[in-house]
């Protein structure tokens, strides 16, 4: 049974900064096709903010770059995002993923708050 569970989200002043944290458990069958970061905030779809695809290629949204970084610590089983110089926009929940070639897992998501 695969598991991923977030941490970190809080409620934080535009302008400050959070890491979230991803710890997955469990085998993943086939192995590990991407593994990264989405947000669903009130009323709008799901989106990519960031991630690794195969081949450690990163891919970020257009309105987090130059703000956000994944990375991750295979040793530990741990996918992180540091959000840097937040803004209100960045409201959501924020969920951990990894795609497998036969599943797609997902975290129960954190909650990051930004307030003007």
């Known amino acids: 049974q695969v598991q991923l569970v977030e941490s970190g989200g809080a409620l934080v002043q535009a302008g400050g900064s959070l890491r979230l944290s991803c710890a997955a458990s469990g085998r993943i069958r086939g192995g590990v096709d991407a593994m990264g970061w989405y947000r669903q905030a009130p009323g709008s779809r799901r989106e990519l903010v960031a991630a690794?695809?195969?081949?450690?290629?990163?891919n970020y949204a257009d309105s987090v770059k130059g703000r956000f970084t994944i990375s991750r610590d295979n040793s530990k089983n741990m996918l992180f995002l540091q959000m840097n110089s937040l803004k209100p926009e960045d409201t959501a929940v924020y969920y951990c993923?990894?795609?497998?070639?036969?599943?797609?897992?997902w975290g129960q998501g954190t909650q990051v708050t930004v307030s003007s």
């Open positions: 690794f695809s195969s081949g450690r290629t990163t």
């Open positions: 993923n990894v795609r497998a070639p036969i599943d797609n897992y």
